[in-house]
């Protein structure tokens, strides 16, 4: 049984680009998490989709949006990349019949020069 | 807004013996976490305490809850250099199941 995965592993991008990140959830789950956790620091809450909706939202601009494809894989996508922005984000699946607990992926290092 | 802290931030063990970390958080909550994260890795499930009273071990690892003192304990029995990593707390409230993370300890072992 895949866990969570996520790709790509690292990438570096240049300040104003934009990024997508790929995130696909262990078999069985139908929500997906997105973290961001800067060096030396806790993860972070962006937001959670559940069917193909956004059901919650942390304190993140709307330079970080998503998405939730029929398959329950999801993407994040962060515009106007700043340097701050570099960090590893992390996805997390769960489903409703799991409580909600939450599996992490290996997460995708982002680092913006 | 739910708050957590984790103290200490880091703790120098020595092999063999004892040691306690504490996450205090600010409001009631539905589930509290237990993570474990190495350099440059993920995050991986140590605990879930649900109830006041809570306790969980495995190995050399134990976590408690107490949820009148909005307080949880991760208790390390005779240290061991692998368990050196750092060490979060998180939790969930209401019907959110968002994670709220501590600032986290790292924890490192020496001889």
């Known amino acids: 049984d895949a866990g969570v995965t996520q790709s790509p592993t690292h990438l570096i991008k240049t300040r104003g680009q934009q990024v997508t990140l790929r995130c696909s959830p262990k078999?069985?789950?139908?929500?997906v998490s997105w973290y961001q956790q800067a060096l030396g620091q806790g993860p972070q809450f962006i937001f959670q989709?559940?069917?193909?909706?956004?059901?919650q939202r942390g304190n993140f601009p709307d330079r970080f949006s998503g998405h939730q494809f029929p398959n329950y894989s999801s993407e994040l996508n962060v515009n106007a990349l700043l340097l701050g922005d570099s960090a590893l984000y992390l996805c997390?699946?769960?489903?409703?019949?799991?409580?909600?607990?939450?599996?992490f992926g290996p997460g995708t290092r982002l680092t913006v020069t | 807004e739910l708050k957590v802290e984790q103290n200490p931030l880091f703790l120098s063990m020595q092999e063999g013996k004892n040691y306690t970390i504490y996450c205090n958080y600010s409001?009631?909550?539905?589930?509290l976490y237990w993570y474990r994260q190495d350099p440059g890795k993920s995050l991986e499930s140590l605990f879930v305490?649900?109830?006041?009273?809570a306790v969980k071990q495995e190995g050399r690892l134990m976590a408690s809850l107490d949820t009148k003192a909005r307080l949880s304990t991760l208790h390390i029995t005779a240290a061991v250099h692998d368990l050196s990593a750092t060490y979060f707390c998180?939790?969930?409230?209401?019907?959110?199941?968002?994670?709220?993370f501590g600032t986290g300890t790292r924890l490192q072992v020496t001889l």
């Open positions: 409001t009631t909550s539905d589930r």
């Open positions: 989709y559940y069917e193909e909706e956004e059901r």
């Open positions: 997390a699946s769960s489903s409703v019949t799991g409580a909600y607990e939450q599996y």
């Open positions: 305490l649900l109830s006041n009273g």
């Open positions: 998180a939790l969930t409230t209401g019907t959110a199941s968002k994670l709220t």
């Open positions: 078999s069985g789950h139908d929500t």
